[in-house]
């Protein structure tokens, strides 16, 4: 172990540690949810001019943490150009699939299909595409967008750890985005098939999403859904799912499907609904 913070993960019950965290959480005592917001807010430098409600309207921390904003708050950039970040945060990591492993930080990888719950069939088509990691911090807002047009094809819930996914914990824990409990989300679009991985982290409480509400996590078995033609379909930066008390997004892409922005790079903050990358039209037959 490189530190005490990475020993202490390694030992810490992190599921009970979470499991307590969200009940404390979801109270709603208003003394105790007050207090929780009100310090949060300082400790983070969290802006609250940009948040629809006022601090005093929030039922409990959780239903602040995962706050809406003021409409026209995270303007869309062009969606028939361009690829929209998911979320508000900083990009992680960002670069190409390659002999199915995605970059996590030196010396460290992990698999696609790792990631994606073992669906080999869906990782050998993201092989040579685009991937991109976006970490939300405490102060971020929290809700997890469409980065482009597409149709819910599957969402694989996939138990696990429940590691930090800071820059520390990513330099220092082998395959940490497909060791961390996570859900995998695949959709179908104009841009071929994509993923929107929503991967947890030490304190989440849960994951949210706007087809089927809270998931169940911190469960002992791997659950995958399959879902129809035609039953949920997205628009590029409609939201999808939110995380309590969390975490990572991380994305792929088909080869030949989307090219990053140039320049930006691993540590480069971002805000929902910025462009982030073109849309690549594939050649006539591909």
Known sequence: MSSPFIWLQHIAPHHAVSRSAGRIASSEVP???????????AAYDVDMSEA??????????????TRELKPGARPLADPAQNILSPADGAVSQIGRVEQGRIFQAKGRHFTAAQLLGGDDEAAARFEGGAFATIYLSPKDYHRVHMPAAGELKSATYVPGDLFSVNQV??????????????LACLFEGP?????????????????????????ETHAPKLKRREFGAGTHKFAAGDEMGRFILGSTAVMLFEPGRVEWLEGLCAGDTVRMGQAIGKRVQPKAGA
């Open 31 to 41: 003394w105790l949810k007050d207090l929780l917001i009100r310090r949060f807010i």
């Open 52 to 65: 629809a409600r006022s601090i005093d309207e929030y039922t409990s921390f959780n239903d602040f943490f």
């Open 169 to 182: 914990t990513a330099e220092n824990v082998d395959g940490l985005f497909a060791r961390n409990e996570r």
């Open 191 to 215: 841009d071929g098939l994509f993923a929107n991985v929503m991967v947890g982290a030490m304190i989440v409480a849960g994951i949210e999403t706007v087809w089927s509400g809270l998931e």
